[in-house]
Each structure stands twice: as C-alpha cells, then as structure tokens.
C-alpha cells in the first residue's frame, strides 16, 4: 500500500534522506503500519557500501536488544498454556539456578527476568564476549555481583532474558531459537529472519554493518550473540517486522489466529518498574517505566510502547502507539545511531497532528552529553597517570593465562618489547599505565580496562584485577594466574 495514503508522511522521503546524510547512515530500512494494515515498507540508501548494493525493505539486518520482546511473548504463550507462572520462582524450571544473593536465588521469578530488576548490572564484557553455551552462561550467574538490592531498582542488562530464554528450553525441551521459530516467525511468516550472524549471508540480501568514527564511515565485523541470543541475536527484515508489529498490535491475534491472549500481551506493555530514563531525559516524554521486555512511556502525552537495539555496527527501534493502532520500525547499519528517534519521533508528531519539533539538534544535544562524560572519564585518566613509572618485574613476568570461574581466561603474551593479549575472540590492545598498572584494549568492542598486576608473599605475579563492570558496588574482577 502507498505511503500516500497515510496522512502525514508526504515528503518524509527527502526528509529521512536528510537526517540520513547528517547522521551518516548508510542504509535504512523502515515499515509502518496503522489500523491493521501494512502502510509503507521501504530501503533507503546502502546495505553494502562497497559493493554499490542498495537496502530494500526485504535487506536482513540484526535487530539487537528488540528481540528481548520476543523472548517475552514466547514465555507469555507458555504461561497461557499453564506451563508457566510468571510470579513462580525460576528455581522450579532451573532447579540449579543460583544467584550472587542468595536471597534473589529463591525469590527470582520470570516476571523479574523480564523486567529488569534482579539487581544486576550489565556484566556486558561476560556477556558478549564468552563462547559458553547458554547453560554454561545461566551456571556463572552465582559469580556477578549484584549493584543493587533484588526488586529495588531498574536497572537494564542482558544476562536476565537470556536466563528467560533458558527458563522457556527447560520447559519445552526444545532450544528459545526452535521455540521462537515455529511459534513466531514460521506462524507470521517472517521468511528472511534468523538468529546467526554466521548464516545471515545466507539470505538473499543482507546488510553489512558501519560505524562513523568523527572523520569517516567505516566497515565493522560482526558480534555473535549465540549465548546471549534471547537478549539480541534475531536478524530480521522491514517486512518481516511489519508483521510483528501487526500481532503486538492486534492484541495477540493474526490473520485471525491467537497466538498470544490479550491479556498476557497488555502486561509485557504495561509498566512493571519505574525508572529514571534509559538514554536520556526529555520533557516531551513521561514516566520513564519498563514493562516486560518493553519500555513503556507517555509520548507528548499518547502512551508510547518501544524498544531500542544496538549491536555492533547496526541500531534498531521499534514503536507502538496502542492507542492510535500504529507501529514503525527502523533498521539501520550504522553503529549506536540516533537518528533513528529523531526519524520516529518526527513521524509520530506528524502521525499525531501535534506542533513538528525539530528534534536533530535536539537528540544530538542529549548524544553530546553522553560522549562528554565519556571524554570526561578519558580525561581524568590522562591526568591521573604518573610519568616516568616502570613495572615491578620485567614484561615477561606478567605473560601467562589469568582465569575467572565465569569471565574465562585472559591470554597475555611477550612480543618483543610488547604485551599482546587475547580474550576469547578478542584481541587486546596492552599499554603500560603506571607501576604495575596497564592500560588495556578489548578491540572487538573498543573497551578499555585500567588492569592491575598483584603479587604474592614471594613477590611473583600471581593475578590481576580488572574493573569490567563500571557500575558502583560492583568489585574489580580477579583473575588468578595459572601455573605451569
């Protein structure tokens, strides 16, 4: 169906491909739907930047963090079959399952999984960068340390939906990317959607991923997810997700099929937890809140439904207006943009005969403070750096295997005059800081840690510390030092 015919979107084209060139986004794939209907699938610019091939709203792009809201309806179709409890401690689908607090550990439930408040942080560096199986992932929970007392705080992470996605193969028996298979994508037809970065070459076309590093766009490698997939692994299309956004719409139905109750569907957008707001603070959109695996919000006073997604190289935003039966969805291959709210929160205006607000010079504001406190934080690290220190030992002295139960084994080796490092997949990047501190680089994700080198009663290196989770409370990760 024509754009045209729903009022509001004339010109929207030159528009998007404005904010576009300003934001450099290489390619861009949007679907909007209103009352039932698919009103406009489109691409705009490149899927592949090289190769000249231009984005189409059938290009497979990673969604990041919107599969949570998959994970989601997936286990409130088991709890509509009586499966599953949302209220009943995970201990009885996990009977091992075991949390930091012991507390958590007996009262954890799937609701809590689901909305963000098990009192967890990110542990992101476990997360993304670990082969362990899911299983293997959900048993290293006992080793994060929580940064919040159980069900007091939102605070928004991945660990815990994985853990959902896990609860749901206990109870099947089949893996969450079977379930997710034959009872979503396989029931809306979703043809050109997956969950592996390692097939999604496989597709007739997909999107390779970019980053704009202040002077230039450049090409990124991708991220698996497979562990963490529940929480961000799903590829999908504009088309496909069109029809996604019909069902969660549509109050659970499609094309006359239930497959999901109304009611189970109005809790996962209904507020569980309060929060401060995830990005940042704007006066047009009110009670910052988190449902299950959504973000619940009042835009300019309409209750907005949404989520964001990241990963590396590509962003993604899905929005519902309930009250108005509509939905959009971007796709973008450009890392960490947010043009795609400046893009939806245009067209919402629009869509909702509201006063336009030019909300670029806006959303780029909000960016400018999250990258000053970022600069802030580099900053104080130059500064804070004593010239003219040496280490306690000579470099090899600090080569060797450091492991942790859960965040696994850093790998530090002497090349010539040089540390290098590996860590699972990533190579680190190692500098020396002052004394027996190095500054070091995980290149896969550009993060970087301020490592200390501690030593035993006979003076030999023994272990190192790492602060990987940024957080406050949460204590320095240690890994021991193996012997050989």
């Known amino acids: 169906m024509s754009k045209d015919k729903l009022k509001g979107l004339n010109g929207m084209d030159s528009f998007i491909e404005g904010l576009m060139e300003e934001w450099h986004v290489p390619g861009l794939a949007v679907g909007i739907v209103k009352d039932g209907e698919v009103i406009l699938t489109r691409g705009f610019g490149y899927r592949d930047v090289a190769g000249n091939l231009i984005m189409t709203d059938t290009t497979t792009l990673p969604i990041g963090s919107a599969t949570k809201s998959f994970t989601a309806l997936a286990l409130g179709m088991l709890a509509d079959e009586g499966k599953l409890d949302w209220d009943k401690p995970v201990k009885e689908y996990i009977p091992w399952f075991k949390m930091y607090d012991s507390f958590a550990t007996e009262r954890m439930s799937t609701r809590d999984l689901l909305c963000h408040r098990s009192g967890l942080p990110h542990h992101d560096v476990h997360g993304i960068f670990t082969t362990k199986t899911r299983k293997e992932m959900v048993e290293d929970l006992r080793y994060l340390q929580p940064s919040a007392d159980f069900r007091t705080v939102l605070q928004y992470q991945n660990h815990m939906v994985m853990t959902a996605g896990y609860v749901l193969e206990m109870i099947t028996g089949k893996t969450w990317e079977q379930f997710i298979q034959e009872r979503v994508f396989n029931k809306l037809g979703m043809k050109?959607?997956?969950?592996?970065?390692?097939?999604?070459?496989?597709?007739?076309?997909?999107?390779?991923?970019?980053?704009?590093?202040?002077?230039?766009?450049?090409?990124?490698?991708?991220?698996?997810?497979?562990?963490?997939?529940?929480?961000?692994?799903?590829?999908?299309?504009?088309?496909?997700?069109?029809?996604?956004?019909?069902?969660?719409?549509?109050?659970?139905?499609?094309?006359?099929?239930?497959?999901?109750?109304?009611?189970?569907?109005?809790?996962?957008?209904?507020?569980?937890?309060?929060?401060?707001?995830?990005?940042?603070?704007?006066?047009?959109?009110?009670?910052?809140?988190?449902?299950?695996?959504?973000?619940?919000?009042?835009?300019?006073?309409?209750?907005?439904?949404?989520?964001?997604?990241?990963?590396?190289?590509?962003?993604?935003?899905?929005?519902?207006?309930p009250e108005k039966n509509f939905g959009i969805i971007m796709l973008s291959n450009m890392d960490t943009s947010f043009s795609i709210y400046v893009m939806t929160y245009t067209i919402l205006d629009r869509i909702l005969g509201l006063e336009e607000i030019n909300w670029s010079p806006k959303i780029k504001t909000e960016v400018d403070k999250l990258f000053g406190i970022m600069d802030a934080m580099q900053e104080k690290k130059a500064k804070d750096r004593i010239p003219d220190t040496k280490p306690s030992h000579p470099l090899k002295d600090y080569a060797g295997e450091y492991t942790?139960?859960?965040?696994?084994?850093?790998?530090?080796?002497?090349?010539?005059?040089?540390?290098?490092?590996?860590?699972?997949?990533?190579?680190?990047?190692?500098?020396?800081?002052?004394?027996?501190?190095?500054d070091v680089k995980f290149t896969l994700m550009g993060l970087q840690s301020l490592v200390t080198f501690n030593t035993n009663a006979q003076g030999a290196i023994d272990s190192l510390t790492a602060p990987l989770e940024p957080a406050l409370g949460v204590d320095p990760i240690v890994f021991k030092k193996v012997c050989k």
Not at 216 to 227: A, D, K, R, V, Y
Not at 263 to 270: D, G, N
Not at 408 to 419: F, Q, R, S
Request: charged share 20%.
């Open 404 to 438: 942790h139960p859960a965040f696994g084994t850093i790998i530090l080796e002497l090349d010539a005059d040089t540390l290098k490092g590996k860590y699972y997949s990533s190579d680190l990047a190692v500098q020396h800081y002052h004394y027996d501190i190095f």
């Open 192 to 321: 050109n959607s997956n969950f592996s970065i390692k097939e999604i070459n496989k597709y007739p076309e997909y999107s390779k991923g970019y980053a704009f590093n202040g002077i230039e766009t450049i090409e990124t490698e991708f991220l698996p997810l497979t562990g963490m997939g529940p929480a961000g692994a799903i590829n999908s299309t504009a088309v496909d997700m069109t029809k996604y956004l019909l069902l969660q719409l549509g109050k659970g139905n499609f094309n006359g099929e239930q497959l999901v109750s109304e009611a189970k569907l109005a809790q996962m957008h209904t507020a569980q937890m309060i929060g401060t707001p995830y990005l940042w603070k704007l006066d047009e959109i009110e009670f910052a809140s988190y449902g299950l695996c959504w973000f619940v919000d009042m835009y300019r006073g309409h209750k907005m439904v949404s989520h964001g997604g990241n990963t590396k190289g590509f962003s993604s935003l899905v929005t519902l207006l």
